[in-house]
């Protein structure tokens, strides 16, 4: 038992009586030079949701605390209400607005339980008041400024989970002007429930949608510019290799490789070749950017990358991980040009079995730079004009064809879920606005190619698994029972249900999920049905241990093959280097088996933050698209059914809400069972996957939120309502927002 075990087994104790840190140390015969380390041990233990400290300095355990608990505060956008989330297995409990003391949605609380389902039966969650917030989630929160009659300015943060005004002194604003959108340091939280901040940043007006991008990069902690140090280190590499570094690695300049990526794609970390053995199967080569080369352990660089943990995609611009003379420069696998890289070669037979394989260092020269769409009009259209200038290529490419097939069944077969939905693709202008939102249509090249990736990154996993190295994986595990039935339940309402028993015995196997989706295959449910079923799996992480991916139906995998654009491919390209040069001693095990695990949990914690930023960015874009179509009528599809409306989703991608006060023609009541909205008089009926015609009654850029009306249902006066409704807010955009108190009984 370490001395954290032992310091909370002792308050945890039955004997234990609350001490201050003071009574604490003597009692457990610290040192005064140790004194440091105790008090980061009490903060951990805090954080962890284990003990928290009394207001009068005294430290007591949560396990004498029985109708206490701790968890991360998560407030809703659209209510003064929010829940404590405590944790898998645990039951999330509501607080009230005015019992959130100063906590801030994202806060990790200790919230002390008032009413318990399980004794009050009006009660349909635990409901309590926090009496401590564990840790700060926001240090820099964006909004608008705004000034009362105090004579202080305020901000309103564009965040509407979070309630609270931000107090501002005046010699603290820097240039902003009332209306101005800004980034404010939080400075001091006061006992009776006051934020004080102060502007570091200021983005520009309310309505510029350049500050609306800005302030959700910011707040989202996505950092933009490279430190001092990373910058001056990239610039000592050379943009060519040398000779000197070819040195030990296996020379492929002289093979058909090449690379296949996006029109705009400016950084190439992946080439293939392809070719027949003499027994009559394919020999795959995948050969990937060797960045670890020159991002180095202890470097500026590499720092910089883990800190990062991926790039960021935003629709007006790409936040890299690396620098550019690096991303864009001596990594990227430009053609015509020598690159070092980490190949992986694959013996793959007619079905699909990869029997033998081999990885090596290795210096490449890609012989063309070929894009999606020109190898889709090759292998699709049989284009004339490309297949001429491509001639000598077209051999290699139909072999790979047939390859990506072959690979491709044997995954299907093994059981790999196959979500086939386009995404949505949203194109700006040099000024950073939406001119068009389209679905972007994946051909049989980007297919091929990610057949190939995933080979790879199968291969390699399995190999370092054997090999028992110290490896970064990546789990995805299969779903929660909980989150399968509820699925089921949503399917019903389609005349669909899974096969088979399933239980806690019985777990979901990935074949009856592809099931589904092959049933729903070019319907007009498809995508509702692919939403929903995506929603309803885990998400992937990265881990040290080996735990297989649900959604591939793999035994093994890792990330391997973007080491520009993700840390975890960076990190395993050394730990598989450092195997390969017999330079995994057993001194240095130890450190690579903590370092491992701990990047890991960063990338997995980079990953979810970049997500959830290029998310809520394409929201924002797809409303201020939109926006210039308000009045205007579009046909659409049912995508959710809730008691207060339907979400509705455009050809598209774009979705909005029909509010069900909106639906004039009758009274309409919401049937949970069979997840419907039916009307009390006429009986009609809306279920998810119905053809519905609308149109737009206001864009709402702040709130990131579209709203539509039934074509039938928009009357003048309707419509004139929702005109009046937007002006009304922009003229009270600088009051303060005022509270709306929520006493229901369901989570939102």
């Given amino acids: 038992m370490d001395r954290k075990e032992k310091i909370f087994a002792y308050i945890n104790s039955k004997e234990y009586i609350p001490l201050k840190f003071n009574e604490l140390a003597t009692v457990l015969d610290v040192p005064k030079e140790d004194e440091t380390q105790l008090t980061e041990i009490l903060n951990e233990l805090c954080v962890e949701g284990k003990i928290y400290i009394t207001k009068k300095g005294r430290h007591v355990s949560l396990g004498n605390e029985t109708m206490t608990a701790a968890g991360r505060l998560s407030?809703?956008?659209?209510?003064?209400?929010?829940?404590?989330?405590?944790?898998?297995?645990?039951?999330d409990i509501f607080v009230a607005g005015d019992d959130m003391m100063n906590a801030l949605n994202g806060d990790k609380v200790l919230v002390r339980i008032d009413k318990n389902?399980?004794?009050?039966?009006?009660?349909?969650?635990?409901?309590?008041?926090?009496?401590?917030?564990?840790?700060?989630?926001?240090?820099i929160i964006v909004g608008i400024i705004y000034k009362e009659k105090d004579g202080y300015y305020y901000l309103r943060p564009d965040n509407r989970q979070i309630y609270t005004k931000i107090s501002i002194a005046p010699d603290k604003i820097m240039t902003a002007q009332i209306g101005d959108r800004v980034a404010a340091l939080i400075t001091r939280y006061t006992e009776n429930n006051k934020v004080f901040g102060e502007v570091v940043s200021v983005l520009g007006s309310e309505e510029n949608l350049k500050s609306c991008v800005e302030g959700i990069i910011i707040e989202n902690g996505i950092k933009q510019e490279f430190d001092k140090e990373t910058v001056a280190e990239s610039k000592k590499i050379p943009r060519e290799?040398?000779?000197?570094?070819?040195?030990?690695?296996?020379?492929l300049r002289d093979m058909l490789i090449f690379t296949i990526d996006g029109d705009?794609?400016?950084?190439?970390?992946?080439?293939?070749?392809?070719?027949?053995?003499?027994?009559?199967?394919?020999?795959?080569?995948?050969?990937?950017?060797?960045?670890?080369?020159?991002?180095?352990?202890?470097?500026?660089?590499?720092?910089?990358?883990?800190?990062?943990?991926?790039?960021?995609?935003?629709?007006?611009?790409?936040?890299?991980?690396?620098?550019?003379r690096l991303s864009n420069g001596i990594c990227s696998l430009n053609p015509k040009e020598d690159r070092l890289t980490l190949s992986v070669f694959m013996e793959i037979t007619g079905d699909g079995n990869v029997v033998n394989h081999r990885l090596c260092k290795s210096v490449i020269c890609s012989k063309e730079r070929m894009t999606y769409n020109n190898v889709n009009s090759i292998l699709e259209e049989n284009d004339a004009k490309l297949s001429e200038k491509y001639n000598y290529m077209l051999p290699t490419l139909k072999l790979m064809e047939g390859l990506a097939q072959i690979l491709s069944n044997k995954r299907a077969k093994r059981g790999a879920i196959r979500f086939d939905f386009p995404e949505s693709k949203i194109t700006v202008d040099e000024n950073g606005e939406p001119i068009e939102i389209s679905r972007e249509v994946r051909g049989v090249s980007n297919k091929m190619i990610e057949e190939f990736m995933i080979a790879a990154n199968?291969?390699?996993?399995?190999?370092?698994?054997?090999?028992?190295?110290?490896?970064?994986?990546?789990?995805?595990?299969a779903p929660s029972l909980e989150k399968i039935i509820a699925f089921n339940e949503f399917i019903m309402s389609f005349g669909l249900s899974l096969k088979g028993k399933i239980d806690r015995d019985n777990p979901i196997h990935p074949k009856t999920l592809q099931g589904i989706l092959d049933t729903v295959k070019d319907t007009p449910e498809e995508r509702i049905i692919s939403s929903a079923m995506l929603q309803s799996l885990m998400k992937a992480k990265y881990s040290e241990e080996s735990l297989g991916h649900f959604g591939l139906?793999?035994?093994?995998?890792?990330?391997?093959?973007?080491?520009?654009?993700?840390?975890?491919?960076?990190?395993?390209?050394?730990?598989?280097?450092?195997?390969?040069?017999?330079?995994?001693?057993?001194?240095?095990?130890?450190?690579?088996?903590?370092?491992?695990?701990?990047?890991?949990r960063r990338s997995s914690e980079c990953e979810v933050n970049a997500e959830h930023t290029e998310r809520e960015v394409d929201d924002l874009m797809k409303t201020a698209y939109m926006s210039g179509f308000v009045g205007q009528a579009f046909e659409g599809i049912v995508a959710n059914v809730t008691n207060f409306g339907m979400f509705v989703e455009l050809e598209n991608s774009v979705e909005g809400l029909v509010r069900v006060e909106n639906m004039t023609d009758d009274y309409y009541e919401y049937v949970e069972s069979g997840n419907i909205l039916i009307g009390r008089r006429k009986k009609k009926t809306y279920t998810t996957g119905d053809a519905v015609k609308v149109i737009i009654a206001r864009a709402d850029i702040a709130l990131r939120q579209i709203d539509f009306v039934l074509e039938k249902d928009a009357s003048k006066k309707l419509l004139k309502t929702f005109e009046e409704r937007s002006t009304e807010q922009k003229r009270e955009k600088n009051k303060k927002k005022p509270k709306k108190k929520y006493k229901g009984k369901k989570k939102s």
């Fill in 75 to 91: 407030c809703n956008a659209k209510g003064y209400f929010g829940f404590v989330i405590c944790g898998e297995g645990e039951e």
């Fill in 117 to 139: 389902n399980k004794t009050d039966k009006k009660q349909n969650h635990r409901q309590g008041h926090i009496i401590k917030v564990l840790e700060r989630h926001n240090k």
């Fill in 241 to 251: 290799i040398s000779e000197e570094q070819t040195q030990g690695r296996e020379d």
């Fill in 264 to 324: 705009d794609a400016r950084d190439f970390d992946d080439a293939v070749s392809l070719t027949l053995t003499e027994n009559g199967n394919y020999y795959l080569g995948v050969h990937i950017a060797d960045v670890s080369e020159y991002v180095t352990d202890g470097s500026a660089l590499e720092n910089e990358a883990y800190e990062r943990g991926t790039s960021v995609y935003l629709a007006d611009r790409v936040i890299p991980m690396l620098p550019e």
């Fill in 458 to 477: 199968e291969t390699v996993a399995e190999y370092a698994f054997w090999s028992e190295i110290p490896f970064i994986y990546r789990n995805h595990e």
């Fill in 553 to 600: 139906a793999a035994k093994y995998y890792c990330h391997f093959t973007s080491p520009i654009r993700r840390y975890p491919d960076l990190a395993v390209h050394r730990l598989l280097k450092d195997f390969i040069d017999g330079q995994l001693t057993e001194n240095k095990i130890p450190y690579l088996k903590d370092y491992v695990a701990a990047a890991g």
